[in-house]
């Protein structure tokens, strides 16, 4: 039997790279699945992609009310709400000195507030044996130059995780992470490197990791089934580290 047979989840940014991959395993593994992204276009790609049974929905979760259309859409739709993975966000790397205000606010409104606000208004559809999933990084345990913002705001996730794990645990629910090292995803091409910097970039990358390449947005993918699964439903507060042993072999 499939191992989320007849579950509801959904998947913000869920458009491409690790979202889409994990839409496109939940819906193999029999969940009804609803995805948010922002951008119509990939939107729509992805709904070819994963069929017109999954609901695709536009939405920024820094928006409060784009995550009530989002929730109000899933009530109408199916009632409930048995996974979630809090998988939006954005990567962007400055050095200190040129860090400013509107840099950081955005960072932390997309990775940090924007999750937060939207577990909490997922909460209320969720029951007993539920599931939560967020998307942290590997950068929230590495002193990785230029990465100060971006690895507080996913830092500020894994923190959550503990925090809610032991909040949401009296509804019966679970709450976990999965922590990604470099993976091949359309993340990289949004750096603002040249396509020649990325591919330095990359091979640099590649050389310092002991399996020699970047994950793929299924590796990722498998963890979070995992981790919604009922699999795991003996893990809570954990973050799962899917980086081909680049932490724990090297950077520790």
């Keep these: 039997m499939p191992r989320l047979n007849g579950k509801v989840a959904l998947i913000t940014g869920g458009t491409s ?20 992204g922002q951008n119509q276009e990939r939107l729509d790609s992805a709904s070819k992609t994963l069929g017109t049974e999954v609901l695709a929905i536009r939405a920024d979760t820094r928006a409060l009310d784009d995550l009530d259309t989002v929730f109000t859409q899933i009530k109408e739709r199916w009632g409930r709400l048995d ?11 400055s050095p200190l000195l040129d860090v400013d205000e509107a840099f950081i606010n955005e ?3 997309i990775n940090f507030k924007g999750a937060l606000f939207t577990v909490q208004k997922a909460v209320p559809l969720m029951k007993e044996n539920s599931s939560i999933v967020f998307n942290t990084s590997i950068n929230n345990q590495m002193g990785m130059p230029n990465s ?4 507080a705001s996913k830092a ?3 923190s959550l995780v503990r925090v809610l794990a032991a909040e949401l645990i009296e509804r019966g629910i679970r709450v976990n992470a999965v922590s990604p090292g470099p993976t091949k995803t359309p993340l990289y091409n949004k750096l603002g490197f040249s396509q020649q910097q990325l591919e330095q970039v990359a091979t640099n990358l590649q050389q310092t990791i002991p399996m020699k390449r970047f994950g793929k947005p299924q590796e990722i993918a498998s963890a979070v089934l995992f981790l919604a699964s009922d699999e795991a439903s003996f893990v809570l507060g954990e973050e799962l580290v899917v ?7 090297i950077a520790a």
């Design 107 to 109: 960072t932390m409104d």
């Design 17 to 36: 790279g690790i979202g889409l991959a994990t839409a496109q395993l939940f819906v193999r593994e029999g969940a009804r699945v609803a995805i948010t």
């Design 156 to 158: 500020a996730l894994r």
């Design 83 to 93: 996974i979630l993975f809090v998988n939006a966000g954005i990567t962007k790397f």
């Design 243 to 249: 980086d081909g042993g680049w932490t724990r072999l």
């Design 148 to 151: 100060g913002i971006y690895a």
